[in-house]
């Protein structure tokens, strides 16, 4: 990832590293590695291992990831 920031501040490299630690408890993307264990419900309605993995790394925004009760 590449950010440019332009600011005439002293407290850029502080604000860079996040210190309020903004987004951490209501996350918008989910970043997941390759090879990362796929699942899908079973006939009973429960999460199970699909046997498939991811093949690539990925990132998805939240908002559209559907949510399994």
Same mark, same amino acid.
């Given at each position: 990832?590449?950010?440019?920031?332009?600011s005439t501040g002293d407290d850029l490299p502080a604000f860079l590293t996040n210190p309020e630690n903004a987004g951490e408890d209501a996350p918008a993307f989910l970043k997941?590695?390759?090879? /990362?264990?796929?699942? /899908?419900?079973?006939g009973e309605e429960k999460l199970a291992d699909a046997k498939r993995l991811t093949r690539a790394p990925g990132i998805l925004t939240l908002s559209g990831v559907p949510v399994i009760k």
């Amino acid at each position: 990832m590449h950010i440019e920031c332009i600011s005439t501040g002293d407290d850029l490299p502080a604000f860079l590293t996040n210190p309020e630690n903004a987004g951490e408890d209501a996350p918008a993307f989910l970043k997941y590695p390759q090879g /990362a264990t796929l699942f /899908a419900k079973d006939g009973e309605e429960k999460l199970a291992d699909a046997k498939r993995l991811t093949r690539a790394p990925g990132i998805l925004t939240l908002s559209g990831v559907p949510v399994i009760k």
